[in-house]
């Protein structure tokens, strides 16, 4: 009788109560890997964005490169002056 009742006290108490505390963990954990992937996201988002700046920048020097390259010989070294001092947006 007495491993009866054992028995019937876990069905009733022991696995509902392993359940909840399965339950919580499983939530607690589930927030930790979301704020986790917010914060890469947003590290990820910042990466981009300054390699977009890096990019537009080279873009920049690049057509200055071309203009300089393509120009007919007329007045190079001016050109280079000129450029030299423009302000850079």
Same mark, same amino acid.
């Given at each position: 009788?007495?491993?009866?009742?054992?028995?019937?006290?876990?069905i009733?108490?022991?696995?509902p109560?392993?359940?909840?505390?399965?339950n919580?963990?499983?939530?607690?954990?589930?927030?930790?890997? +979301?704020?986790?992937?917010?914060? $890469?996201?947003?590290?990820t988002?910042?990466?981009?964005?300054?390699?977009?700046?890096?990019v /537009? =920048?080279l +873009?920049?020097?690049?057509?200055v $490169?071309?203009?300089?390259?393509?120009?007919?010989g007329?007045?190079?070294a001016?050109?280079? /002056? =000129?450029?030299?001092?423009?302000?850079?947006?």
């Amino acid at each position: 009788m007495d491993f009866n009742m054992i028995a019937f006290f876990m069905i009733v108490v022991g696995i509902p109560v392993i359940a909840g505390i399965g339950n919580d963990m499983f939530k607690r954990w589930l927030r930790h890997k +979301e704020a986790m992937t917010g914060a $890469l996201n947003a590290q990820t988002a910042e990466k981009a964005a300054q390699y977009a700046a890096q990019v /537009e =920048r080279l +873009e920049q020097r690049v057509r200055v $490169l071309e203009r300089i390259v393509t120009d007919n010989g007329i007045g190079v070294a001016e050109e280079i /002056e =000129r450029l030299r001092d423009a302000p850079l947006n």
